[in-house]
């Protein structure tokens, strides 16, 4: 198993541009989700979903969106970059009776 | 609300001697309390997780985690701390709401420098 793989693993973007971060799992989980880390923040969770075609708020969703078509994968959509959103990004999955969530690799993103 | 806490951005330890990263936590109900840890330039690990059962619970790379209720504290150990284990170490809780998401509350992490 792969596991929880995303990709670019970095990308620089233009304010205003957009860009859909990739993020794909094969083991079969149910759960997904999307965080942001901050120097000194933690992780913030983005946005989540608990099977496909079905998706919900994290803690700070604005100006993202996300779509959950396939188990296999969530991709996490910018739609008009700002410099706010200069961060890396962390996809994480989990099964269905499982509490641990298993993380992939990130996506670091700059917004000049 | 659910919250957890890690005093400490940094602490540093002497190659050989035993570590502690500490955590605190709030939360309504029984807590589920997990431990990650990041190398540089690389995805959150897994370490080890409280649910319920014993109040020492032994994880990956020879870390446990004492869980106490009446400190509401959940803070990691080693008895003997190696170079390789510096890395930034994240506390987190199950978050309750929205109720079976099952989300985790992330705290601001400890890193840890182990000193040859």
């Known amino acids: 198993n792969a596991g929880v793989t995303q990709t670019p693993k970095f990308r620089i973007l233009k304010i205003g541009q957009s860009m859909t971060l990739q993020c794909t799992q094969d083991?079969?989980?149910?759960?997904m989700y999307w965080y942001r880390q901050d120097p000194g923040m933690g992780l913030k969770l983005i946005y989540y979903?608990?099977?496909?075609?079905?998706?919900d708020k994290g803690e700070v969703p604005n100006g993202y969106n996300v779509s959950r078509s396939t188990t296999e994968d969530f991709p996490l959509r910018l739609e008009l970059a700002a410099p706010s959103q200069t961060s890396v990004y962390f996809c994480?999955?989990?099964?269905?009776?499982?509490?641990?969530?298993?993380f992939g690799p990130g996506t670091r993103l700059l917004v000049l | 609300a659910q919250s957890v806490a890690q005093p400490e951005d940094q602490v540093n330890v002497a190659e050989g001697n035993p570590l502690t990263v500490k955590c605190t936590y709030s939360v309504s109900g029984n807590p589920y309390l997990f431990w990650y840890v990041q190398y540089p330039n690389r995805g959150l690990q897994f370490l080890l997780k409280y649910i319920t059962g014993d109040n020492l619970v032994k994880g990956s790379y020879g870390f446990e985690a004492e869980f106490n209720k009446s400190q509401t504290s959940f803070h990691l150990k080693k008895p003997s701390a190696l170079v390789s284990d510096s890395a930034l170490y994240f506390c987190?809780?199950?978050?309750?709401?929205?109720?079976?998401?099952?989300?985790?509350?992330f705290g601001t992490g400890t890193r840890l420098t182990v000193i040859p």
């Open positions: 083991m079969n989980h149910n759960y």
């Open positions: 979903s608990v099977g496909a075609g079905i998706t």
């Open positions: 987190a809780v199950r978050d309750i709401s929205p109720a079976g998401a099952n989300n985790l509350f």
């Open positions: 994480a999955s989990r099964g269905l009776a499982i509490e641990t969530q298993y």
